[in-house]
Nanobody
C-alpha cells in the first residue's frame, strides 16, 4: 500500500489548510484511516480518524476546528483544518488500518504516508 499526503504549508494563526492523502493499491472502503501529527521532540499523536462505516473521531484539541472526510471513488482522505493555532504545527501523517482497535493506537496502523508539514505562526 502507498499513501501520499499533500496540502501542508505555512499559515498565520486563524488560517485554514486542507490536507490530502491518496491511497494507491487498495480498494476504498475496506479499511479505516486516520490523521496523526508529530511536533519536534514530541510523540506522534492522533488528530482524527474515520472508520469503514464512516463514523469519525477527533482529538479534543481539534474538535470543532478540523473535519476528516473521504472520497472513496477517488481513494482520497481529507483533513480540513480551520482556525489553526500555533500548537497545530507539526508533520501530519495519514495512516491506514485493516483491523479494529483504538484509533489512537499508532501500532494499529498498517501503512503510513511520508508526511506533510504544517506550520502555523502567531
Amino acid at each position: 500500500v502507498q499513501l501520499v499526503e499533500s496540502g501542508g504549508g505555512s499559515v498565520q494563526s486563524g488560517g485554514s489548510l486542507r490536507l490530502y492523502c491518496v491511497v494507491f493499491g487498495y480498494t476504498a472502503n475496506s479499511y479505516s484511516m486516520g490523521w496523526f501529527r508529530q511536533a519536534p521532540g514530541k510523540e506522534r499523536e492522533g488528530v482524527a480518524a474515520i472508520d469503514i462505516d464512516g463514523s469519525t473521531k477527533y482529538a479534543d484539541s481539534v474538535k470543532g476546528r478540523f473535519t476528516i472526510s473521504q472520497d472513496n471513488a477517488r481513494g482520497t482522505l481529507y483533513l480540513q483544518m480551520n482556525s489553526l493555532k500555533p500548537e497545530d504545527t507539526g508533520m501530519y501523517y495519514c495512516a491506514l488500518a485493516w483491523n479494529g482497535g483504538s484509533w489512537l493506537d499508532v501500532g494499529r496502523y498498517d501503512g503510513w504516508g511520508q508526511g506533510t508539514q504544517v506550520t502555523v505562526s502567531s
